[in-house]
């Protein structure tokens, strides 16, 4: 296996000195993206999507646009993460549930979440409340964008290797229809970390239905739009009669 990108050979960093430096940069990403969407007024989806070039480029052009492996040297946190349980449950579930949790009492029970819904439901009508939206809007990029190379740390970790040019492709998709599937508004200030994690599922186990289903595996992508399709529909549907209420 080549040396991988967290090598003494390659930078002479050691793997827990790099994985925070990770997760720094992940937020450095997202403070970046905030500045350009709240101080220039850039479409957000012009951002993230010119982001998505970019990084990917970076990447590429780091590793020569070839695979990158660890090797040995993340051994005990891959078996801490992927090969011992907590009470049936493996480690990396164990952590998931635990940032949920936080993130539930984030959103619902703080001010600063009910902020954040405020300015997505609203955005005029929380600056007019006295919110300070740009603070927010950063906040909330700094955030996903954190938690993006924490998922990077973790996919690293359990497969030892990564390939910029093909490793994360359409993820990025599956992570909307997750979210639309389990109650987000793509128009801002509704959903909720349960059915996030709900809309996740049912996105990991699409494909395993259509197997079941005796469906051809190229009609897969039908299928998850299809299901995609109909969780817009019915959100928009639903959304005046619980507006009425």
Request: glycine residues 12%; neutral net charge; hydrophobic residues 50%.
């Amino acid at each position: 296996m080549q040396d991988g990108l967290l090598t003494d050979k390659n930078f002479g960093l050691d793997p827990m000195i790099a994985l925070p430096l990770v997760l720094g940069g992940g937020a450095i990403v997202g403070l970046i993206h905030g500045l350009l969407i709240t101080k220039m007024n850039l479409p957000p989806f012009m951002v993230t999507l010119c982001g998505l070039f970019i990084y990917r480029g970076v990447a590429r052009t780091i590793s020569g646009n070839m695979s990158k492996g660890i090797g040995n040297q993340c051994i005990d946190l891959r078996h801490f993460l992927y090969e011992n349980d907590v009470f049936g449950l493996p480690r990396f579930l164990v952590i998931y549930i635990v940032l949920a949790i936080i993130f539930s009492v984030f959103l619902h029970f703080s001010v600063y979440g009910r902020y954040l819904y405020a300015i997505g439901g609203n955005e005029k009508a929380a600056e007019y409340s006295g919110i300070s939206v740009d603070k927010y809007k950063i906040l909330s990029y700094i955030l996903c964008s954190t938690l993006a190379s924490f998922f990077g740390i973790l996919f690293l970790v359990k497969n030892n290797a990564v390939t910029p040019s093909s490793d994360g492709f359409f993820l990025e998709l599956y992570a909307i229809a997750g979210a639309v599937l389990g109650g987000c508004s793509l128009r801002g200030g509704e959903g909720t970390v349960i059915g996030i994690t709900i809309g996740t599922a049912i996105m990991w186990i699409l494909p395993n239905l259509t197997n079941m289903w005796g469906v051809p595996s190229e009609l897969e992508f039908i299928v998850i739009g299809l299901a995609l399709l109909l969780g817009a529909i019915l959100d928009e549907k639903l959304r005046p009669s619980t507006n009425a209420s």
